[in-house]
């Protein structure tokens, strides 16, 4: 091979794929590369349709290849690859060794069977769960814009939203298209940096959902196996109301789940709240914090209103012996941020709302490290 085009290809071998976050060169994106004088062509079939990715795809091949020295034009071609290839790249995303790019590859290569597992009782993800007692209260908000403020921080985010009966992750987030397919393995779409999957994505918004302890069960083990998420630093887990069958699900699949209470500050509400912490701790997952949500509404004149009472929010973390994590306000923008998918922490980013929301993200990322060993077996005494 012509010297500068083997320069070119070990420029990008290792550059990630944007959605998949793995080396382009284990999922046999690279296709082509030629050099003419100071010109460098490289052609690259990327197992997703194209989308905004590929855009940033592109970036990353024109910077790493522009810096090389003696090049300054670079022509990166995208097409989608086809199915054949994509069947190969799946088997490199479900865990089989990456292709030997020489070698001569039987078309009709066998599929490997998905390995069940569960990337989430990995050390490195860090798994927040979001509870609440009784809808209504904000969890879904509360997930969608902490997600958020945690990407803005710079951390690889993942959201499923395990609230299969009453979803509203899709809309919240504005999530544009649908997850994609590579084979048989499902890739989540990315909106604000983060990547969400839902039940929004497979049923009809108006379709009522049916689900009995069993089958939400397996749709959360689905959600986590099924679903290439690579190795994000955090899984924020939206919990259905209530405390039923799913703690168990949760304590299961995701045992070093650490929840996060979502209350309104009157005491009846903190009543309810308490007991989903309870439910958390009977199934042995810790309890973090607590937030205080519709805390106040402040009006033109600048001062508070506690519409719905006050300090139920520090009393239940006072019960449960957890930090409050934090407040936040009653503003319409929320509302609104969240109906028409244009999250406020986005949207708004000076509102109290989005500045209580970058507040908790600090608490949880900075200051909260996470109390359950991952593996007390392998503990030192
Ligand atoms: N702090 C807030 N200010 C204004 N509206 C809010 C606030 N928190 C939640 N909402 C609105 O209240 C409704 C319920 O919130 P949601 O996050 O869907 O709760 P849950 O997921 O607990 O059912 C939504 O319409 C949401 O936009
Ligand atoms: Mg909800």
Do not use: C
Not at 81 to 109: C, H, I, Q, Y
Not at 259 to 278: D, G, S
Not at 372 to 378: D, T, V, W
Request: glycine fraction near 8%; aromatic fraction near 4%.
């Amino acid at each position: 091979m012509h010297e500068a085009e083997a320069a070119v290809r070990s420029a990008i071998a290792d550059i990630d794929e944007p959605r998949l976050r793995r080396p382009l060169a284990e999922l046999g994106v690279v296709q082509g590369v030629a050099v003419d004088g100071a010109t460098a062509v490289v052609a690259l079939a990327d197992p997703l349709p194209r989308s905004e990715s590929w855009d940033e795809l592109a970036r990353r091949v024109d910077a790493a290849v522009g810096a090389l020295a003696g090049i300054d034009r670079v022509d990166v071609d995208i097409r989608e690859m086809t199915d054949e290839e994509k069947a190969r790249a799946a088997n490199v995303l479900k865990g089989a060794p990456p292709p030997d790019p020489l070698a001569v590859v039987d078309a009709s290569a066998q599929r490997t069977a998905r390995p069940r597992t569960n990337p989430f009782t990995d050390a490195r993800t860090r798994v927040l769960a979001i509870a609440s007692g009784k809808g209504g209260v904000g969890k879904s908000s509360v997930t969608t814009n902490l997600s958020i403020a945690l990407a803005e921080r710079g951390r690889d985010v993942a959201v499923v939203d395990a609230d299969v009966w009453g979803f509203s992750l899709p809309r919240m987030f504005g999530v544009a298209e649908p997850p994609g397919l590579i084979d048989d393995v499902l890739v989540p779409p990315e909106t604000h940096g983060v990547r969400v999957i839902s039940m929004g994505f497979f049923t009809a918004e108006d379709q009522a959902v049916m689900w009995r302890g069993p089958m939400l069960h397996k749709a959360l083990e689905q959600f986590l196996t099924d679903v290439h998420w690579g190795e994000p630093e955090y899984l924020v887990v939206d919990l259905p109301p209530g405390t039923g069958d799913i703690s168990l699900s949760i304590a299961q699949f995701l045992p070093r789940a650490e929840v996060i209470v979502v209350t309104t500050p009157q005491p009846a509400a903190q009543k309810v709240a308490q007991r989903a912490a309870a439910m958390a701790e009977k199934v042995e997952l810790d309890v973090i914090g607590i937030i205080e949500n519709m805390s106040w509404f402040r009006g033109d004149d600048g001062k508070q209103y506690e519409l719905f009472g006050a300090g139920g929010g520090a009393e239940l973390a006072v019960k449960v012996g957890v930090p409050l994590l934090g407040q936040v306000p009653l503003v319409p923008a929320l509302r609104e941020g969240g109906d028409e998918g244009d999250p406020i922490v986005i949207a708004r980013p000076d509102d109290e709302a989005s500045q209580a929301f970058r507040a908790i993200a600090e608490i949880v990322d900075r200051d909260i490290k996470p109390r359950r060993r991952a593996h007390p077996e392998l503990k030192i005494s």
